[in-house]
C-alpha cells in the first residue's frame, strides 16, 4: 500500500495536497472502492479547486471532485461543524477522512450529503489490515490513465 501511495504522489505532482489524494485513492482501493478509477476521472475535469462558502443550504460543491477537496472540505466541517454539501461529484474521496476522524458521513454516492456528526463504527478496519498484509490489485487500465 505505501508503494502505491508514494508513486502516485509522485504522479500526482504539484497538485496540491497530493499526498492526502494519493492516501485516499490507495484506502479506498484497499477497502474495495475504485479510487484509482475516480481519480482518472477527476483529473480530465478542467476545475479542481473551489472556495468553500457555506450558505443557508450547506456548501455548492459546484460538480468540483471531491478528490481534490476532500481535504479542504474535512478542515471546513473540523472548524465550523457538520455540513450539508449539494451538486457533488466524487463524494466517495470523503470516506477516508472522515473514518480516520471518526466523524460521520451520509451517502457519499448521492448528488447531496451530509459531513459531521459522530461515526459510530468502522467497518474497514479489517479490509485495510488485509491490504497492507496481503498487497492490493489496481485495474492496470484505471492505473495507466493516471
Known sequence: MK?????LTARLGTIPEAGDIAWATVWLE??????????GEALK????TLELTRDALGIDMQEVSCAFLAPAIMRDVAANGRAFLRNVRHGLYLLPFTVHANI???????????????????PYGEKLA????????????AWAQI
Open 3 to 7: 508503494t502505491a501511495e508514494t508513486i
Open 30 to 39: 484497499a477497502c474495495g472502492y475504485s479510487g484509482v478509477k475516480l481519480l
Open 45 to 48: 475535469d478542467e476545475r479542481r
Open 104 to 122: 460521520g458521513l451520509g451517502c457519499p454516492v448521492d448528488p447531496s450529503f451530509a459531513v459531521g456528526g459522530e461515526r459510530h463504527k468502522n
Open 130 to 141: 488485509l491490504a497492507a498484509a496481503d498487497g492490493l490489485e489496481i485495474d492496470d487500465e
